[in-house]
Nanobody, 115 residues
Framework: QVQLVESGGGLVHAGGSLRLSCAAS????????MAWYRQAPGNQRELVAA???????NYAGSVKGRFTISRDNAKTTMYLQMNTPKPEDTAVYYC?????????WGQGTQVTVSS
């Protein structure tokens, strides 16, 4: 059994900062790449940022230079540092982990950016 739990969401002013966390637990000894996705009302879920087990990262163009994805040394907790967020970043943020051939998702955490 695998569980992914996101935390750190909430209300933030544009230009502020927020850090999201995603903690993986359960049968995760062969955890692989992890990623953050988001979904705004009326929109499809989209990739925000991803990080491999080796620490290689990639970002959506809309967040590059503002958001930073990282993992802890145990590779089981992932973070998303959101700097200078914009109102258009408002969405439910989900974490995803590949373990080892299946994708697992968290329940999501709401991020609301006020102007």
């Amino acid at each position: 059994q695998v569980q992914l739990v996101e935390s750190g969401g909430g209300l933030v002013h544009a230009g502020g900062s927020l850090r999201l966390s995603c903690a993986a637990s359960g049968s995760i000894y062969d955890i692989g790449a992890m990623a953050w996705y988001r979904q705004a009302p009326g929109n499809q879920r989209e990739l925000v940022a991803a990080i491999t087990i080796d620490g290689n990262t990639n970002y959506a163009g809309s967040v590059k230079g503002r958001f930073t994805i990282s993992r802890d040394n145990a590779k089981t907790t992932m973070y998303l540092q959101m700097n200078t967020p914009k109102p258009e970043d408002t969405a439910v943020y989900y974490c995803k982990a590949r373990i080892p051939q299946y994708d697992y998702w968290g329940q999501g955490t709401q991020v609301t950016v006020s102007s």
